[in-house]
C-alpha cells in the first residue's frame, strides 16, 4: 500500500507564493517519477509538473513555467512545488502522484485547495 499525504495548500492573494509538500510511503519499487497536477472548478485535471527520482529532468505545464518549481528530497520521499506569482487561475485542487517511468500515475494523494484571490 501506498500513502500520499499532502500539506501546505491554503489560501493566499494574487502575487504570493505557497509551497506544497507531498510525502510518500509505502512500497517504493517502481517510484520512477513524483508529480503534481490540479483540478479547477468544472475543468478536466490537468498535469503541473514533474521530476524524477533520480536525474535532472524535470516538466512544467507551460501555464505554470517559470512560477512553479517542483523539487524532491528522496531521504524524505516527499516532493514539493513551490509556487510563485500566483495567479487567481491558479485556483484549484492540487494533487500528487507517483508513478512507474511512462504514462501511468499509479498513486494518487487526497488533494490540497489551493486558492489565490485577487
Known amino acids: 500500500q501506498v500513502q500520499l499525504v499532502e500539506s501546505g495548500g491554503g489560501l493566499v492573494q494574487a502575487g504570493g507564493s505557497l509551497r506544497l509538500s507531498c510525502a510518500a510511503s509505502?512500497?517504493?519499487?517502481?517510484?520512477?517519477?513524483m508529480g503534481w497536477f490540479r483540478q479547477a472548478p468544472g475543468k478536466d485535471r490537468e498535469f503541473v509538473a514533474s521530476?524524477?527520482?533520480?536525474?535532472?529532468?524535470?516538466n512544467y505545464a507551460d501555464s505554470v513555467k517559470g512560477r512553479f518549481t517542483i523539487s524532491r528530497d528522496n531521504g524524505k520521499n516527499t516532493v514539493y512545488l513551490q509556487m510563485n506569482s500566483l495567479k487567481p487561475e491558479d485556483t484549484a485542487v492540487y494533487y500528487c502522484?507517483?508513478?512507474?517511468?511512462?504514462?501511468?500515475?499509479?498513486?494518487w494523494g487526497q488533494g490540497t485547495q489551493v486558492t489565490v484571490s485577487s
Open positions: 502522484a507517483v508513478g512507474p517511468l511512462g504514462s501511468i500515475w499509479n498513486y
Open positions: 509505502g512500497r517504493t519499487a517502481g517510484w520512477y517519477k
Open positions: 521530476t524524477v527520482w533520480s536525474g535532472p529532468n524535470t
